[in-house]
Each structure stands twice: as structure tokens, then as C-alpha cells.
């Protein structure tokens, strides 16, 4: 089973630049998460998609972020303008909808995209 | 507010010898706690799990307890082997009693484990 694909790895922008991630997660996981993990702390949840909706975006910084998943596949995750402190690795993960007792609340990471603002 | 804690930023441990990484957590409404161990430049890989309905879950040499009254949770491999050398991170999620943030996973900050051979 192909696991969760992110694209880029790694991406170095100046200030005030655009960036997009791309992410494809598991197939036929329906939700799909973003992350953002700043150096020395855990991943903190950016916005959760279930299919093509949006269940959770509380956390997203709506004034410069932006995340879309059409189809309900993949997604994309928008950054317009960077500031240097979105440097940080985000991360998309997915999960499928089988919670207790026939399954848990796992989530299946990628391996992230290492953004440098500078 | 940090909801989960993760009290020891690094841990070092001889191979063979018994790593125990510990967390904590705030809000008894958490039903579900997870463990993910991180490799540089990689994802969290998901490494074994426990539901409040139990104290204690093992999957080989990883064995997860969980004090519910002092909302508590631990991590124990014994042995320890080098490849363990990795950050560990804690989560947990409300379950399906969290309304629409179920499944939502919140994260301590993790803990370095160097295991030295």
C-alpha cells in the first residue's frame, strides 16, 4: 500500500513570496489532515478535510493560508504572503473512518515539505 | 495552554536497558492516546496506541501504560536497541465523544531518545 506522497521536499522562499505544497494521501482514506511543525515542538493541526469538506480550520491562519482538496484526493496548501516565521516542515497526513472498537484514530504521516522562509 | 506535556526534552539510555518516556495531559474529556516515533527527515510513523477503557497495551517491546486519575501516560521499550534513537512524540484525541473533533490529535513536543551501544 503506497503511503501518504508530499511534494515538494524542501522549498526556500524570500518574505512576502507564494508557496504551494501538494499532498496525496492513502488511497481511499477519506480525511485528510495538514500540520505545521516548527523546530522543537510537536506537528500542530492546520485544517482537517473530510472528503472535500472542511471540518476543522480553526487553526489556519485564514488572512495568508489557504488549503483546498477538490475531488476529495488531494489537496493543496497555499501560503500568500510568506513570513519568516512560517518556517517550519508541514506535514499531511490521512486517516480512514474506522474508529473503535473495529479501529483506532490512527493517522499516517508524509514525509513533509521543509519550508525556509528568509 | 499546552494540553499535553512532554516533560523531558531528551533521553539517553544504554542498549539493552529499559527507555521510558513519559506524558502528560490536562483534559480528562481525551479518550484515545497514541505514541509516534520521528526519524530525521521523515514523517511521524505511528507506533502504538491505548483507549482510556484500558491501562496498559504492549506490542512486542513496546508496552504503553496509562494512569487515568493522574493523567498520565508512558511509554516503555525494553530492550532498547540503537534504531529506537528517534524523537517520540505523545497524542491524544476526545474519540468520538469530541463533536467534530474527533479524530483530532493534539501533540506534546516530543522527547529525544538516544539509545548508545
Known amino acids: 500500500e503506497a503511503g501518504v506522497a508530499q511534494s515538494p521536499r524542501y522549498k526556500i522562499i524570500e518574505k512576502r513570496q507564494s508557496v504551494a505544497f501538494w499532498c496525496n494521501p492513502i488511497?481511499?482514506?477519506?480525511?485528510l489532515y495538514w500540520y505545521q511543525q516548527i523546530l522543537g515542538q510537536g506537528p500542530k493541526l492546520l485544517i482537517q478535510?473530510?472528503?472535500?469538506?472542511?471540518?476543522?480550520d480553526s487553526q489556519l491562519p485564514k488572512d495568508r493560508f489557504s488549503a483546498e482538496r477538490l475531488k476529495g484526493v488531494d489537496s493543496t496548501l497555499k501560503i500568500q504572503p510568506a513570513k519568516l516565521e512560517d518556517s517550519a516542515v508541514y506535514l499531511c497526513?490521512?486517516?480512514?473512518?474506522?474508529?473503535?472498537?473495529?479501529?483506532?484514530?490512527?493517522?499516517?504521516f508524509g514525509p513533509g515539505t521543509r519550508l525556509t522562509v528568509t | 495552554d499546552q494540553q499535553v506535556k512532554q516533560n523531558s526534552p531528551s533521553l539517553s539510555v544504554q542498549e539493552g536497558r529499559i527507555s521510558i518516556l513519559n506524558c502528560d495531559y490536562t483534559?480528562?474529556?481525551?479518550?484515545?492516546f497514541l505514541w509516534y516515533k520521528k526519524y530525521p527527515a521523515e514523517g511521524p510513523t505511528f507506533l502504538i496506541s491505548i483507549s482510556s477503557i484500558k491501562d496498559k497495551n504492549e506490542d512486542g517491546r513496546f508496552t504503553v501504560f496509562l494512569n487515568k486519575s493522574a493523567k498520565h501516560l508512558s511509554l516503555h521499550i525494553v530492550p532498547s536497541q540503537p534504531g529506537d534513537s528517534a524523537v517520540y512524540f505523545c497524542?491524544?484525541?476526545?474519540?468520538?465523544?469530541?463533536?467534530?473533533?474527533?479524530?483530532?490529535?493534539?501533540f506534546g513536543q516530543g522527547t529525544i531518545l538516544t539509545v548508545h551501544p
Open positions: 497526513a490521512s486517516s480512514s473512518n474506522t474508529f473503535p472498537p473495529l479501529g483506532g484514530y490512527e493517522q499516517y
Open positions: 483534559n480528562s474529556m481525551f479518550d484515545y
Open positions: 497524542a491524544v484525541t476526545p474519540g468520538l465523544g469530541g463533536g467534530t473533533s474527533y479524530g483530532k490529535l493534539t
Open positions: 478535510f473530510q472528503n472535500n469538506g472542511v471540518v476543522d
Open positions: 488511497s481511499g482514506h477519506a480525511t
